[in-house]
């Protein structure tokens, strides 16, 4: 984006989600385009990249993707939030069924696509995960989340163990498709891992040809066929005897 006569590229992100190896890439390739974040609720995101308030945002699907293009990147783990004392932090990992008669707490911005979600109800939903962290601090249930999020809200007494057979959140940069400025493009390789030398996913151009590789020359035949010899060359002579 353009900020008068400076260029500032405005990069947002749910939580959970840590941009800083992409930013520094970017500072170090860009240092005369300043990048800017924010982080925004999950269920915000799309809003803010369809109203022009970011250039690119890192988003967690699934996501209405009318007028945006979409990289996914990674699958993150679900894991499950439990106090320290459960009996669920003496395992390794749980499956759903392991938590069938626990109460698990269902945040409103949860991001996780459940076809059945596993345990009892908890008695109230949430508004936001952070909130969702207290009640699990306080005894009220258990909290499915991915795993970033777990340790974004880490707590001295709080652990979480992987859930083997749950759902999983996947990461993914977006943009709108209309606004895939040369800037955005930048960001896309830089996500992608290209080089700074590489192209931006255009054409690229043909790569200059190698010169011919200069062949040995083979020594001139004379008229009976054989190959000539060097005039420098020593003969042998006859040994004698």
Known sequence: ???????????????????????????????????????????????????????????????????????????????VVVP???AVAAVDEVSAADLA?????????????????????????????AEAIELVAAGAGLLLVPQS???????????????S??????VALAWPTDATTDLVEDFIGIVR????????GRTPASPAEKPAQRQPQKPAKNRSGRRAVAADRKRKGHRPR
């Open 193 to 200: 891992g290209r080089t700074v030398n590489s192209s931006r």
């Open 149 to 163: 999020l777990a340790r974004l809200h880490h707590r001295r007494d709080l652990t979480y163990r992987p859930v």
């Open 165 to 170: 057979d749950a759902p999983q959140s996947q």
């Open 84 to 86: 320290k004392d459960h």
């Open 101 to 129: 008669d626990e109460e698990v707490l269902h945040p409103l911005d949860d991001t996780i696509e459940w076809t059945v979600r596993p345990g009892l109800p908890a008695f109230t939903r949430p508004a936001t995960t």
């Open 1 to 79: 984006m353009t900020d008068g006569e400076t260029k500032v590229f405005r990069l947002a992100y749910v939580p959970g989600v840590t941009p800083a190896k992409w930013v520094n890439i970017w500072s170090e390739r860009m240092p005369d385009v300043p990048i800017t974040l924010a982080t925004v609720a999950a269920a915000e995101a799309v809003g803010l990249l369809r109203d022009g308030g970011a250039d690119a945002g890192f988003v967690r699907l699934p996501v209405d993707r009318d007028g945006l293009s979409v990289i996914p990147l990674y699958v993150e783990t679900t894991v």
